[in-house]
């Protein structure tokens, strides 16, 4: 079974530019997670997606959305970028969405913003 | 809200040395499950172990070992007879009911295995 596929896997953009990073769960899986992780901030929670509804949210601005497709792949975007939006985002997926269930993480997009 | 603790920065080992990671976790909730997963170079985050509160067995698998104490809020995680591949950086992870899906993380401990 193929892995949590994050495309593209580096990115480079700059400031006020937005950015749309994709997600592919494992086959099956319904819940998609957002996280980002950054050297200063570490690895925080961003949203997730279940079943095409957004079940929770992190404490970031409103410039961080996302959305799930019927097939369960997700897309992030990021509006209006700031230099501080640089950072290794990450994508997971589960089965199902509760706190019972694993999570199994892609490989990441590398957002620089310059 | 929850929080994990890990205090370790940074740990450096020499080949086949043991390493133990500790993790102290802070949540209001009694039913909530607790993680640890790696992160190698390639940046990927590796599933290693869950636990839930109710289910405080330590386990052996392999050359991991792990102890969860819920008397001082821990989950601590050893690499027996360490080997290079296991250079990464570590990271202990924390999830409620109430949150749901949600991962909350610890700052990671960056493990070194020098030959």
């Known amino acids: 079974k193929a892995g949590v596929t994050q495309t593209p896997r580096y990115l480079i953009k700059t400031r006020g530019q937005q950015v749309t990073l994709s997600c592919s769960p494992i086959s099956g899986h319904r819940s998609v997670s957002w996280y980002q992780q950054t050297p200063g901030q570490g690895l925080q929670f961003l949203f997730e997606?279940?079943?095409?509804?957004?079940?929770n949210k992190g404490n970031f601005p409103g410039r961080f959305s996302g959305r799930q497709f019927s097939n369960s792949r997700s897309e992030m975007n990021v509006s209006t970028l700031e230099l501080g939006d640089s950072a290794l985002y990450l994508c997971?997926?589960?089965?199902?969405?509760?706190?019972?269930?694993?999570?199994?993480f892609g490989p990441g997009t590398r957002l620089t913003v310059l | 809200a929850q929080k994990v603790t890990q205090a370790q920065t940074e740990i450096s080992v020499v080949e086949k040395e043991d390493v133990t990671l500790d993790c102290v976790y802070e949540?209001?909730?009694?039913?909530?499950?607790l993680f640890w997963y790696k992160q190698p170079p390639s940046g990927e985050l590796v599933f290693l172990i869950r636990?839930?509160?109710?289910?405080?067995q330590n386990e052996i698998s392999g050359r991991y070992s792990w102890n969860f104490q819920k008397s001082t809020s821990s989950f601590n995680f050893t690499i027996t007879a360490s080997q290079v591949v296991d250079s990464a950086v570590y990271f202990c992870a924390l999830k409620t009911e109430a949150a749901g899906n949600k991962l909350t993380f610890g700052g990671g401990t960056r493990v070194l295995v020098k030959p």
């Open positions: 997971a997926s589960s089965p199902v969405a509760g706190a019972w269930s694993e999570q199994f």
């Open positions: 636990r839930n509160s109710f289910d405080e």
């Open positions: 949540t209001r909730d009694t039913t909530y499950y």
């Open positions: 997606y279940f079943s095409e509804t957004q079940r």
